[in-house]
Structure formats: structure tokens, C-alpha cells
């Protein structure tokens, strides 16, 4: 029980970060545009967060940075693909090497420093309930934050007008362009919620999950940020699921190990990996499933005159 | 106009400098290089061996010139890096990580007239020394202090790769452990990864559920002991004092100290006494020590730690001092013996009171 318990809790802390970048980049696809750039906007956000926490001493202006690097990194990517039509997959891959390159520069002078991070929430009474109390109620505060934005994200796609629009975009810009909606505003809105979601992810690995900063820290969690949106076929839902199934299975494997079972830890380490692998080979075969959720035009350009 | 100027300063300089050599007799002072793998950080690897650097440089005063290159990877960088140490005309050489090994040796074959020194490695030439620590011995006093702080008689230890190196401390910190708390036990968690601190955090999570109070790690973050300071446990840091990651937790840390083997090499070199060898230093060299105890441990405990340190230094005791059995209740070092340097460099086995299994 305990050890369920302990699994359970860490692996909403491994997966947290995982939602964050993930959704921000669903809700960036689902109006066409494939930004590639998450592990670069992320570490941008972690490196902000963690310089402005140490400098003022507020954790929640460290937040409240992340979210604007991640956008500040986005808008870049925005106005080089949407304004100026550059080929969206290369403008992704640069934008990570570039905030990967700057991270490492800005916070140069951060290695090693300690800080308090951001620690779970103290409810009286609820949070000293058996069993549900530490599981529900004594989580951190951006843990509830990922399961607030994850409803409002679900509640945005499908529940409003302006989800329908920023779907519709994505199926068909030429459609909606003609009807009258502003393709490259909506979407420039969508990448730059997707930047501000991996900038948050990357604060809550540098404030929160390990209040350290270190280069790369993010250590390819935007990649499997990107991965489970395809693994998640698009839909909100199984994003979320998705993230704590790969954030869960190193905790898996550590308990493994601990236990003393004969299993090479480098096999489990490939896991996360292998398992984005066969999902993607699973619903390639099926395309109705791909073509249901995936949006149409993900990936290119649109020009409104053209 | 600016120009003539410059000559004619420069020219001065120099007549200057030659009249000082005749003078005083003294030679151009002994430029010396470091090749860091990270960052200078406030606490790890490179920290220390900046540390040692700086003490070195004192010491010596205008005898020396020293300059360093931060976070060069290992690889073809490194090359370009240590070659252009040697190109400037560098006397000495200090590579400071296991995978300057090769471009080390590259590079000094083509600048015979130029020593180096790699740290951590084994391969040696003309030229070429390696040095490297026994961290080994503070592991083994480490596990004096976490073995009688420990209640629930299980130590946490987050761990990169099963080399020779990481295995001599986990045995060590365990044979410490059992030599005051013969039911002491160690579960060690692989991570696969020198520095990576959201792993070696959800390691030390995973061992404080498996019931361990008190980790430690040979990982490079700081991560493990800030965990430790969350968790309401025990930890012993590694390469620096990571007290301020956790003042409460922290109960000690192994740390590793180059300062002095510094100024004696380059001492060595500048009075032309140099000789290519291996150098294995530990708490006798002053090489290796313990960060300040804590003071909630014991008195008698840190009365014993000075003991074993004192003993370990002057020879009387070998933390891996039989009768030693492995993992399997084999006997590894009969009683009576101690386990030779050879058999330490390549440790392949956990001893007795390791739990889990050695991934191979």
C-alpha cells in the first residue's frame, strides 16, 4: 500500500511537467502548426524561472518568467513560420538548439545554487485524511495547476466556439479564411500557448521537481512531450494518460531495481522510448484512428492570399 | 605613432625581463593548464579541481601562470583544447576527466617537451602521468556516521554506472556501515547517468519507500541531498560540502581535494624532478577527507570517525581488511589480508549486505 502510494504521488510529480508541454503543444497542432521547439522553449522557461526565483527570491515570479520565455521563444518561432512561411519542422529543430545554446549561456552563473523550491500545499484537515489526504490534497501547487489547465484546455477545444474555430484551422485554414476568421492571428494565439505551457513545464522541473539549474536539465522531456501528442492521438485525454505512463515508468523501474529484480536497468531506461515506438507503429496501421484526430493541415504553411 | 610605442615597450620588457633573469637567476614562470569537463559551480567535480587550481596558484605565486578551459567535452574538443595548451607553450598539462584519456595521449605524442597529467585514467607515457583518489577510504568513514544515524538499518545509495570505481564505494560505505551496525544493510539504484537531477530524485524517492533514512549518491547534482532535506531523512554528500543543499539532512559529505598534489606536481616539474607515474592518493595525501560532521550525530561516533581516519592514514587499517564475503557469501579477502590495488581497480562484486542484484 505504501509503496503504491509512493508510486502513485511520484509519478503525478514525473508526469506533471510531461502534461504541461504536452497540452501546450496539442493545442499548437490542432491549429496546424508543428512546433518542434518544446525541448528548447522548456529550457528556456526552466532557466528564467530558476534565475528569477534565485534573484528576487519569489518562486511565483520564477513561474510567471517561465511562462513568458516560453512564449518569447514561440512568438520567435511564430513570426518566422506564420509571418514570414518558413518551413515549420527546421524553424522547431532550430529553436531548440538555439534555447538549449542560450539556456546553458544565461545560466551559467546559476549552476550550483541552492534554493527552496515550491513544496506541497498544506490543507488542514483534508490534507490529513487517510489515504486520500497526501494522494489529494498535498500535492504541490503547479500539480493542480496542470489538472486546472487540463481541464480548461478540454473545455476550450471542444465546449467553445473559439476551440471549434482554432480545430477548424487546423482541418482547413483555406476554409476558414474564407469564411472570415483570422487563420495566422489564431494561430499565432495557439503556438504562443504552446510556448507559455513548455515554458511552465520547464519551471516546474527547475522550482519544483529539482530546484537546482543545471544545462540541459530538461533532459529530453520536450522530445517526449512531442511524442505523446502523437501517442495521445490528439485528444486531450489520453495525452494526460500518456504522460504519466512515461513519467511512471522510471519510477517503475527504480522500484524494480530496488526489489532486486534481474532486469538491466539500460532496458528499462530505453522503455519510455520503445513504448512511443510501438504506439506509433500500432496507430499507423489504423488511419481512420489518425485521421479522426490529427489535424489536416498540421505541419504547413498557410498564406492567407495565396 | 601608437606602434614604434609598443616596440619600444616591448623591447624594453624584454631587456627588462633578461636583466631580471641575470639577476636573480630565476627561469620564465611555468605556464600551467586545466581542461574542465563542467562548469565551475559553487559544489561537484570541476568545483574541487578549480579549488585545487586557485590553492596551487597561491603557492607558487609568480612562478606560475595558470588558465583553464571550462566544459570541454570529452572528444574531439578536447583535443583541439589540450592541443592548443601544448601550442601556446605550456609546460604542464592537467586534463581532469576519464574521457581526456585518449586525446591526452594524442596530443602529447606530438608535444613530447610538454608534461600531462589525466586524471582518473590508465593510460601512462613518456609524458603523460595519470593521477585519481581513493575515495574509497572516505566512503568507508561516511559509512561510520550514516550507519549509526540509520534506525531502520537501510542505507539509500543513487548510483551512475557499475564501474570499478562507484563499487569500491559502495562496499566501502557498507563495510562502514556493518562496522557499527552489524545489521546494516545498502540498496543501490542505477541511473544510468552522471548528471541527471530529475533521475537521481526519483531514485532517492523510490529508496526512502524501500525504507532507506539515509542516502547517499555518486551522481554528479545536488539533487539527492536536497530530496534527503525534503524527505525529513539522512544523506552524505559527494565531491563538495552540500551542507546548504540541506542543512538539516546533510550529515556529511565524501569530498576530494587536489590542491596540494597540484603544487607538488608542478613543483616537480618547474625544478625538472618530474617522472611519468600513477599517482593513488587518499586520506594519507590529504587527498580525500570528510566535510564537517553534523552535529546531531553522536560524539562518540565522530570520536570513532577520527580514529579509523587517523588509522587509515597512518596504515593500521584498510577499510576492505578481510575476512570480507561477497554478495554471495563467498569469501572475497580472507581475514587477515587486505585487499590489493589491483583487485580495487577492477571490483566487479557487491559485498556481503548489499541488496539487489549487480546489473551486468
New interface residues.
Partial sequence: M??AT??FL?TLA?GTPLVFAALGELVAEKSGVLNLGVEGMMIAGAVLAFLVAAETGVLWLGVLAAVLAGAAMAALFAVVTLSFQANQVAAGLALTIFGIGASAYLG?DY????LK?I?PVDIPVLGELPVIGPLLFALDPLVYLSFVMFAAVVWFLYRTKAGLVLRGIGESPASAHAIGYPVIGIRYLAVLFGGAMAGLGGAY?ALA????W??A?T?G?GWIALALVVFGTWRPGRVMLGAYLFGGI??VQ??V????I?L???VL?MLPYLATIVVLVLISRHAGMIRINAPASLGMSYHPAA | MKKPGFLLSAVTGALLSMAGIAATGAAEPLKVGFVYVS?I????WT?QHETGRRQMAAALGDRVVTKFVEQVPEGGEAERVIRQFAADGYGLVFTTSFGYMNPTIKVAKRFPDTKFEHATGYKRDKNVGTYNVRFYEGRYLAGIVAGSMSKSNTAGYVAAFPIPEVLMGINAFTLGMQSVNPKATT????T?SW?????????A??????GADVLTHHTD???VV?RAE?RGIYAVGYHSDMS??GPRAHLTAVTHHWGDFYTRLTQEVIEGKWTSRDVWGGIAAGMVSLAPINPAVPKEIVALVKDKEEAIRNGTFHPFQGPVRDQQGGMRIAGGTTISDEDLLKMEWYVEGV???L??
Avoid: C
Avoid at chain 1, 521537481?209 to 537546482?212: A, D, E, G, Q
Avoid at chain 2, 524517492?205 to 524501500?210: A, F, G, I, R, S
Fill in positions: 505504501e509503496t509512493a508510486i511520484a514525473a551559467l549552476t550550483g545554487v541552492a523550491g513544496g522541473l521537481y529539482t530546484p537546482l543545471v544545462e536539465m533532459a522531456r522510471t519510477i527504480f522500484h531495481q530496488a526489489i532486486g534481474d538491466p536497468p539500460q531506461s | 562548469p559551480s559553487d559544489a561537484g568545483f540498496k543501490v539504484i542505477w544510468n548528471y541527471d537531477p530529475g533521475r537521481e530524485r526519483e531514485a524517492d523510490v529508496l526512502v519507500t524501500q547534482s545536488t539533487a536536497q525534503d546548504k543543499y541488496q539487489g542484484k546489473p551486468r
